[in-house]
């Protein structure tokens, strides 16, 4: 956190009384954090009250280890700092954080590939200056002060991914990290259960441009209709990125390697570069032009940025993450979310992958669908069919019964897919039939678990070796 703030200060910003600080100019020189075991000496721990535990149950350890104070709801017999709502009072104290940052704060969301996009961002902008990102998904109320409030006076880039789970998510995350460019990467069907149509999402989408300065930036996606509209809604300059012809950062000559990778020349107003991504699949090339468009308007010329995304890999776990076994088997672990628009491109992936070799797709259900769920997991086993792959191995329920029926229906007749119970039953199957070169895609919404399988058959091919070793 930046200037190391005082406890006295904090507590003023917050709204907050002091209980038990026998010294309120004792600064906060560590993180912020709520998890108890990442306080380090200095640190404020905040204390959250859960479904299973109860951060203030922690007050007493925490300030042993080192804790300067809690930021708590009630007095805890340590150094706090207690308020009414610890969740406002965080963000009260992001907002403090920020506003004294000379950093430069950028905000993304999108239905599909915001933290991709975001891992990609952050990697290619602190090969100029140095760079706070979100890690992983920690885009909501809490996770993104959180992310906020580990910005120090070095920071130059703070990049915030933002997600929504319904109307006015958005709107409120921005009035706590008021961010100078704002990038929307898509609208999808991810969520569409709760938000009840893809209107709905884009609205809520679009809150993030409303809440741009007249001297900011809304980046676009000039090939999502949606998005692009979005321009309509923000005082801020548009820079548009994608593959039309219009768009001022964009891809041509888009291609696949031998082994799945995307590459393409990358287009801005600076310049032209060629670009070959290290991930896997065509779909991040929107992702890599969403970076590259969001560096340009930071001042990086056509070549650093194509440096800089050629360079990049994934930062994030469970997401096309591909490992190959010593017996040629690749496993292709994207088992940390799922949606409709995600499940394509990971089926696409797949088979560009394992051109030539045999694929297997082990999916599992797609959450928050709603009424569209029986469409789309019935849209996505016809795809698997459509592209060929060798073996669709559903997992799981009714959900993953709709998936098994739509390969069936579109012409699998028991060869080419399967329905599983569950993860092990799926780990059983794979164990008797993988042969050497196969191509595994493991995706699912989190809820399911599935990484469970990409897991097993890593461990298995790490026993084996240890076998052979100790013969």
Not at 48 to 57: M, N, S
Not at 64 to 82: D, K, N, Q
Not at 420 to 425: L, P, T, Y
């Amino acid at each position: 956190m930046c200037d190391r703030p005082l406890l006295a200060e904090i507590a003023a910003v917050v709204g907050g009384q002091t209980y038990d600080i026998p010294d309120p100019s004792v600064q906060v020189t560590g993180p912020v954090v709520r998890d108890s075991r990442e306080v380090e000496p200095g640190s404020l721990f905040v204390a959250f009250v859960g479904e299973r535990v109860d951060g203030h149950d922690y007050a007493s350890a925490v300030v042993e280890a080192g804790a300067a104070a809690v930021l708590a709801s009630r007095p805890v017999g340590v150094p706090a700092i207690v308020v009414d709502d610890v969740q406002a009072a965080l963000g009260a104290l992001a907002r403090h954080v920020v506003e004294r940052l000379g950093a430069t704060l950028v905000a993304l969301t999108g239905s599909v590939g915001k933290t991709s996009s975001k891992d990609l961002l952050a990697q290619v902008l602190r090969s100029k200056a140095p760079t706070v990102f979100t890690p992983g998904s920690l885009n909501n109320e809490i996770g993104l002060p959180l992310t906020a409030l580990s910005a120090t006076d070095e920071t130059r880039f703070l990049v915030l991914e933002m997600g929504a789970r319904n109307i006015g998510h958005i709107r409120y995350l921005t009035g706590l990290t008021p961010p100078k460019i704002g990038l929307v990467l898509n609208v999808g069907t991810a969520h569409i259960g709760e938000f009840g149509g893809r209107e709905q999402i884009a609205e809520a989408k679009g809150e993030l441009v409303e809440g741009l300065p007249a001297d900011g930036t809304a980046v676009l996606n000039a090939d999502d209709p949606l998005v692009r509209a979005m321009a309509s809604r923000t005082k801020a300059r548009v820079l548009l990125f994608g593959e039309a012809a219009d768009a001022d950062v964009r891809a041509e000559n888009v291609r696949l390697t031998e082994i799945g990778q995307p590459a393409f020349t990358l287009h801005t107003p600076s310049g032209c570069s060629d670009v070959t991504l290290r991930l896997y699949g065509e779909h991040h090339v929107s992702n890599a032009l969403a970076a590259a468009a969001v560096a340009h308007e930071l001042g990086m010329s056509a070549d650093e940025i194509a440096r800089a995304l050629s360079e990049a890999g994934t930062l994030s776990r469970w997401r096309m993450e591909v490992t190959e076994r010593p017996d040629g088997v690749t496993v292709v672990n994207d088992a940390y979310n799922a949606n409709p628009e995600s499940m394509r491109a990971a089926l696409r992936a797949l088979v560009a992958m394992g051109k030539g070799r045999r694929t297997w797709a082990v999916l599992g259900h797609m959450a928050e669908l709603g009424d569209e769920g029986l469409a789309e997991h019935d849209a996505v086993g016809r795809l698997a069919v459509r592209l060929n792959v060798s073996k669709l191995v559903a997992v799981g329920g009714r959900e993953a019964s709709w998936l098994q029926l739509g390969a069936y229906n579109e012409g699998s007749w028991g060869e080419e897919s399967v329905h599983v119970s569950d993860a092990q039953a799926a780990i059983d199957l794979l164990r008797s039939e993988l042969r050497p070169g196969d191509v595994v895609l493991v995706k699912a919404s989190r809820s399911v678990g599935l990484e469970r399988v990409a897991t097993a058959l890593l461990d298995d091919s790490a026993s084996s070796e240890g076998q052979v070793a100790g013969r």
